[in-house]
């Protein structure tokens, strides 16, 4: 057990008794004007492919109202594939679970990591552009985990915010997902997915990017503006390492692309599968991804689903 530094006031840190870090697990540390997130340390079984949700206790809540300007988030290295911070909606009892839908559409996203060997990443966040955490909100730390050996193993995310007093100043942020869940590869074969989501509010995009996994060959995004002809904005010959570090399209806050309700956006994967097993959703994915303002909700479009009641 070792401490952990908590901003719980801006830039009036305290020390706090923290979670557990994981042996072999050496997250970066706050500095001025940051807080260090800790998730708990959860348990993977042999070959487990598992999303889990980790509800943090209150002493990990922001006692002020914050704007979050930088993040960095890291995972501990074996059968790491992504983590993600949230703040929660609803309060949750303090536990670790495998996520389900209510715990998704009870959350706002406040930072992401990729896994596997790249040991941390920055989150894209640009001048004038930040997320809100509310004080008091319960924090919740989402982890995407596949154990490819015959043991068990454990593992921990870690987060190291750069928060300021809230300002009207800064644009607010959110993310925005479109996803197929229709993947069905054969065995020792090729396959394709596609979705099309047309968006019901305006978006300005920061940051855009696909997501799929080891067995993607190809992945391709348009824009299709109302009324107007589509526009390939993404076009990536897939590559297994992109699973944790996939190409991204970044805009400063004046040059945001500009998505309108009533334009659509799409995305196209295919898949060799060289194994003798079929493989589908969620072992493969096809996601297309966008930080973007004004927002205070994640929406997520499954299957060209508008999240009801956004």
Not at 86 to 93: D, F, L, S
Not at 124 to 133: E, H, L, N, Q, S
Not at 161 to 180: C, H, I, N, R, Y
Request: proline letters at 6%; charged letters at 15%; glycine letters at 10%.
């Amino acid at each position: 057990m070792r401490t952990t530094i908590l901003l719980i006031a801006f830039l009036g840190a305290c020390t706090a008794s923290g979670p557990e870090v994981l042996d072999g697990f050496h997250p970066r540390e706050a500095g001025p004007g940051q807080v260090q997130i800790l998730g708990p340390i959860v348990h993977i079984d042999a070959g487990a492919d598992v999303t889990l949700c980790s509800y943090l206790p209150a002493d990990q809540a922001f006692a002020e109202t914050m704007d979050i300007t930088a993040a960095w988030g890291e995972q501990s290295q074996i059968g790491s594939h992504h983590s993600v911070l949230y703040m929660v909606q609803r309060e949750k009892p303090v536990d670790t679970h495998e996520c389900t839908d209510d715990d998704m559409i009870n959350s706002r996203y406040l930072a992401g990591a990729g896994g596997g060997d790249a040991g941390g990443s920055q989150d894209y966040i640009p001048d004038g552009v930040a997320y809100r955490v509310e004080a008091g909100q319960q924090l919740m730390v989402q982890t995407h985990w596949i154990n490819t050996t015959s043991e068990p193993i454990d593992g921990q995310a870690a987060y190291v915010l750069s928060v300021q007093p809230p300002s009207e100043d800064v644009e607010l942020a959110q993310l925005f997902t479109w996803t197929s869940t229709q993947i069905d590869v054969p065995a020792n074969s090729t396959g394709h997915a596609h979705t099309v989501c047309t968006v019901q509010a305006d978006m300005a995009f920061y940051r855009l990017g696909g997501h799929a996994h080891e067995h993607g060959t190809h992945v391709t995004m348009q824009w299709i503006p109302a009324g107007s002809p589509p526009d390939v904005f993404y076009d990536e010959a897939w590559q297994p390492y992109y699973t944790f570090d996939p190409p991204r399209l970044d805009f400063s806050r004046d040059e945001a692309m500009q998505v309108h309700a009533g334009d659509s956006l799409s995305i196209d994967c295919d898949y060799t599968n060289d194994t003798s097993d079929d493989i589908q959703f969620p072992r493969e994915m096809c996601t297309g991804f966008g930080f973007f303002f004004p927002g205070t909700s994640q929406f997520d479009c499954t299957d060209g689903n508008w999240p009801t009641g956004q």
